[in-house]
Antibody, heavy 117, light 110 residues
Framework: QVQLVESGGGVVQPGGSLRLSCAAS????????MHWVRRAPGKGLEWVSV????????YYADSVRGRFTISRDNSKNTLSLQMNSLRPEDTAVYYC??????????WGQGTLVTVSS | QSALTQPPSVSGSPGQSVTLSCTGT?????????VSWYQQPPGTAPKLMIY???NRPSGVPDRFSGSKSGNTASLTISGLQAEDEADYYC??????????FGGGTKLTVL
């Protein structure tokens, strides 16, 4: 069955960096677009970034463009999110998610990122 | 990238039908049939309920249905059950090659 397991979350100071990873299994990873979505405490879901199956194109939400970089390694079935210049408002649970057509059909359980001094 | 507009809360009694709305713009909901709906009970990951406006993934009960008119998409839940109580989010692809979520609607089953 499809499994998405995020890792790399933790506590970081404002201005710091963190790299999230997502280990995918149970499907042909290289065939699917992948997303990162986050949910801040007490708030709703926010789309963060998407990368096409071959890594050729990636897009970002305005709130993270220029600070976050999405990437993938299809040989290792791994999705990554490099987060730089972190701000308190980036505090959230970050979900790795597999695309289905124009939606998302599988989500990981999420990894918590806390940006605080 | 303004969030889609959803009512903060909706409630209904068991057995009733409720409709959740999701209003966007001509840059997202109004132009593309690429609207999805997600259910998220507390403390769990979201679950896809509807994709491409009205398609149900396998395993989702046919009590859940989706539609769209102009810039507004809707999710209707018929025969409301206690287990349907959760936060519901809509999402749409946009003309900027990005996605946008709504603020979420908390569904309470009375």
């Amino acid at each position: 069955q499809v499994q998405l397991v995020e890792s790399g979350g933790g506590v970081v100071q404002p201005g710091g960096s963190l790299r999230l990873s997502c280990a995918a299994s149970g499907f042909t990873f290289s065939s699917f677009t992948m997303h990162w979505v986050r949910r801040a405490p007490g708030k709703g879901l926010e789309w963060v970034s998407v990368i096409q199956n071959d890594g050729a194109n990636a897009y970002y939400a305005d709130s993270v463009r220029g600070r976050f970089t999405i990437s993938r390694d299809n040989s290792k079935n791994t999705l990554s999110l490099q987060m730089n210049s972190l701000r308190p408002e980036d505090t959230a649970v970050y979900y790795c998610a597999k695309a289905l057509k124009w939606g998302v059909d599988y989500w990981g359980q999420g990894t918590l990122v806390t940006v605080s001094s | 990238q303004s969030a889609l507009t959803q009512p903060p809360s909706v409630s209904g009694s068991p057995g009733q039908s409720v409709t959740l709305s999701c209003t966007g713009t001509s840059s997202d909901v109004g132009t593309y049939n690429r609207v999805s709906w997600y259910q998220q009970p507390p403390g769990t990951a979201p679950k896809l309920m509807i994709y491409e406006v009205s398609n149900r993934p396998s395993g989702v009960p046919d009590r859940f249905s989706g539609s769209k008119s102009g810039n507004t998409a809707s999710l209707t839940i018929s025969g409301l059950q206690a287990e349907d109580e959760a936060d519901y989010y809509c999402s749409s692809y946009t003309s900027s090659n990005t996605w946008v979520f709504g603020g979420g609607t908390k569904l309470t089953v009375l």
